[in-house]
């Protein structure tokens, strides 16, 4: 069974930084594709980065949105995928979740971001 836990969301001053983590079991970890996504209120879950398998290079994807100022990583020994938020903004707000990417069926309780003076 597919079991993923995010954490390391919290309150922060735009400008500010977060890094969220995400615990994967259930899965052959190394050989998935993992994605960080994240739902505003009041909108659709939207990809915000990915990152391929390991066998696949490993290489990221960030979305418009918040490129150059998020990172994503995994650490395959820990089935760990992590998302490096810095220069935070108002409108980047929201829960965000981890998952395969593309996303299964399954998702984890979130963690909430909210940036916020």
């Known amino acids: 069974q597919v079991q993923l836990v995010e954490s390391g969301g919290g309150l922060v001053q735009p400008g500010g930084t977060l890094r969220l983590s995400c615990a994967a079991s259930?899965?052959?970890?190394?050989?998935?594709?993992m994605g960080w996504y994240r739902q505003a209120p009041g909108k659709q879950r939207e990809l915000v980065a990915s990152?391929?398998?390991?066998?696949?290079?490993?290489?990221?994807n960030i979305a418009d949105s918040v490129k150059g100022r998020f990172t994503v990583s995994r650490d395959n020994a820990k089935n760990m995928v992590y998302l490096q938020m810095n220069s935070l903004k108002l409108e980047d707000t929201a829960v965000y979740y981890c998952?395969?990417?593309?996303?299964?069926?399954?998702w984890g309780q979130g963690t909430q971001v909210t940036v916020s003076s």
């Open positions: 998952n395969t990417a593309p996303p299964r069926q399954m």
């Open positions: 259930g899965i052959i970890f190394s050989f998935t594709a």
């Open positions: 990152i391929a398998s390991r066998p696949s290079g490993s290489t990221t």
